[in-house]
């Protein structure tokens, strides 16, 4: 089995595609018990008029439509921004085993920011959190596509 980082390396090869089509810079990929990738996306809600559009529902749908069943046991989210609450129910719903982000979301972040929504004895589905692989590189991309919007240098 491959490291977490060389899967959220994957997922940030999805986050500098969304940024090159001017999506705000999230990618995300779902990989099997079997350390195989069956779902990649980056964030396109604004190309695809689609709220829902983000990049961890884009590679879950991808990833359910590859194993032909929208339950996703077994299986392991790496987004390379902490989830948003849709994101969140999303892989709940998913039936995910785990879930490896990068950068925290102070803003939105529903795992640890704002609040721990996985952690929450209601739902009936627990999943695994593992934070803070390849921050520094997930926070670099997203600081310099916020920062070429706003028109600033570089650096």
């Keep these: 089995m491959r490291s977490d ?5 994957r997922a940030l090869d999805q986050a500098h595609l969304a940024a090159e089509m001017g ?3 999230v990618g995300a990929v779902v990989v ?5 990738i069956i779902g990649e996306a980056g964030n396109a809600p604004v190309s695809s008029c689609d709220p829902s ?6 590679a879950l749908r991808a990833a359910a439509q590859q194993v032909g069943n929208y339950r996703l046991s077994g299986c ?20 995910l085993s785990r879930l490896v982000y990068a950068a925290a979301e102070p803003r939105t972040g529903m795992v640890e920011s704002k609040a721990n929504l996985l952690a929450q004895p209601w739902f009936n ?27 600033e240098a570089d650096g």
């Design 125 to 151: 589905h627990a999943i695994d959190v593992q934070g803070g692989v390849l921050a520094a590189q997930a926070s670099k991309c997203l600081k310099a596509f916020f920062a070429a919007r706003r028109g």
């Design 5 to 9: 980082e060389f899967y959220m390396h």
């Design 76 to 95: 392991t989210l790496f987004v390379t921004l902490e989830p948003c609450m849709m994101c969140v129910g999303t892989m709940i719903h998913a039936r």
């Design 32 to 36: 099997d018990a079997d350390g195989r």
């Design 53 to 58: 559009g983000h990049a961890e529902v884009r």
């Design 23 to 25: 999506e705000v810079p």
